[in-house]
Nanobody
Framework: QVQLQESGPGLVKPSQTLSLTCTVSGGSITTNGYYWNWVRQPPGKGLEWMGGIGYRGNIYDVPSLKSRASISRDTSKNQFTLQLSSVAPEDTAVYYC??????????????WGQGAQVTVSS
């Protein structure tokens, strides 16, 4: 069974860079056809897809976040990461790492981390 686990700081100060890591177990991030994504949910709002990385290492990003968000992977550790620069209070959210076979509907991904609460505050 594939399991995902987010790790990172729970509190980040405005203007700093948020770095989150997702560790995948029970399967490889290079498995053919699998895509690995970051999704967040601000308080009282719906899910927002932030981008992803495919099994070949292709990056899929969101134009509105492209200048601030960076996704990468470490295949030796079976991890992928999100870095979000110049964070502001509106970046406060629960951040999820999500994976599985490609789908245009993020809700349809099979594998979800438990979520990491990130608060941006001074």
């Amino acid at each position: 069974q594939v399991q995902l686990q987010e790790s990172g700081p729970g509190l980040v100060k405005p203007s700093q860079t948020l770095s989150l890591t997702c560790t995948v177990s029970g399967g490889s991030i290079t498995t053919n056809g699998y895509y690995w994504n970051w999704v967040r949910q601000p308080p009282g709002k719906g899910l927002e897809w932030m981008g992803g990385i495919g099994y070949r290492g292709n990056i899929y990003d969101v134009p509105s976040l492209k200048s601030r968000a960076s996704i990468s992977r470490d295949t030796s550790k079976n991890q992928f990461t999100l870095q979000l620069s110049s964070v502001a209070p509106e970046d406060t959210a629960v951040y999820y790492c999500v994976g599985g076979l490609w789908t245009t509907n993020v809700y349809e991904y099979d594998y979800w981390g438990q979520g990491a609460q990130v608060t941006v505050s001074s």
